[in-house]
């Protein structure tokens, strides 16, 4: 498991599906500010070193509330993380949102 079939598996759970990939997750939803996240959002971020530009999705979480989300990091490790790591921060991307009609459409 990854973050992305982390996601995937997470929101199979709710009957929603999502593509395996975080790029072709970050495709779905509609993108909400930083500062409007809800519980379960996504937020998207780039990989330093994986893609030769910086606006290149790498990486895959679910905003978990206060400030925090919740992503796989490693082969089947789950982690809660602050957003306001200095990682975090310099490498998040965008946010999105999603509906349930438009992702199990995919």
């Known amino acids: 498991?990854?973050?992305?079939?982390?996601?995937?598996s997470v929101y199979a759970k709710y009957g929603i599906s999502l593509p395996r990939t975080a790029i072709e997750q970050s495709l779905f939803g509609s993108f909400v500010p930083k500062n409007d996240l809800r519980i379960g959002d996504l937020l998207f971020f780039y990989v330093?070193?994986?893609y030769p530009f910086k606006d290149i999705v790498g990486h895959v979480a679910i905003?978990?509330?206060?400030?925090t989300f919740i992503h796989c990091v490693a082969p089947y490790k789950v982690v809660?993380?602050?957003m306001s790591?200095?990682?975090w921060k310099?490498?998040?991307?965008?946010?999105k949102r999603i509906s349930a009609l438009r992702a199990n459409r995919y």
């Open 48 to 50: 330093p070193g994986k």
């Open 80 to 82: 809660i993380t602050k």
């Open 85 to 87: 790591k200095p990682y």
């Open 63 to 67: 905003y978990a509330g206060n400030q």
């Open 1 to 8: 498991m990854d973050c992305s079939s982390f996601v995937q």
């Open 90 to 95: 310099k490498t998040y991307l965008f946010s």
